[in-house]
Nanobody, 120 residues
Framework: QVQLVESGGGLVQAGGSLRLSCTAS????????MGWFRQAPGKEREFVAR????????YYADSVQGRFTISRDNAKNTVYLQMNSLKPEDTAVYYC?????????????WGQGTQVIVSS
């Protein structure tokens, strides 16, 4: 069982930056691929970024490529999402998730989410 807790959300002006953190319980964090997703009001949840277990390989949605960076610190059981050049359309609840087989095909554990609001 893995418990995930996100933090770092808030209100920011367009063009600004935020860094989200997601800290996992347990001692097996390094065995999970990790992902970030978001859900805007009235929209379905969408993929944002993911990172493989070893932190070397990363993948991004086209909408955030070049602006967002996912990273992880396995010693701290934490995955980060650095968000730069934020746009109003980035407004959403952001969720982190843990992927047991590391392929990104299915996520087994989810956090409760953190709200990001980007004002124009």
């Amino acid at each position: 069982q893995v418990q995930l807790v996100e933090s770092g959300g808030g209100l920011v002006q367009a063009g600004g930056s935020l860094r989200l953190s997601c800290t996992a319980s347990g001692r097996t964090f390094s065995r999970y691929g990790m992902g970030w997703f978001r859900q805007a009001p009235g929209k379905e949840r969408e993929f944002v970024a993911r990172i493989r277990m070893n932190g070397v390989a990363t993948y991004y949605a086209d909408s955030v490529q070049g602006r967002f960076t996912i990273s992880r610190d396995n010693a701290k059981n934490t995955v980060y999402l650095q968000m730069n050049s934020l746009k109003p359309e980035d407004t959403a609840v952001y969720y982190c998730a843990a992927d047991a087989d590391g392929t990104g095909a299915k996520y087994d554990y989810w956090g409760q989410g953190t709200q990001v609001i980007v004002s124009s």
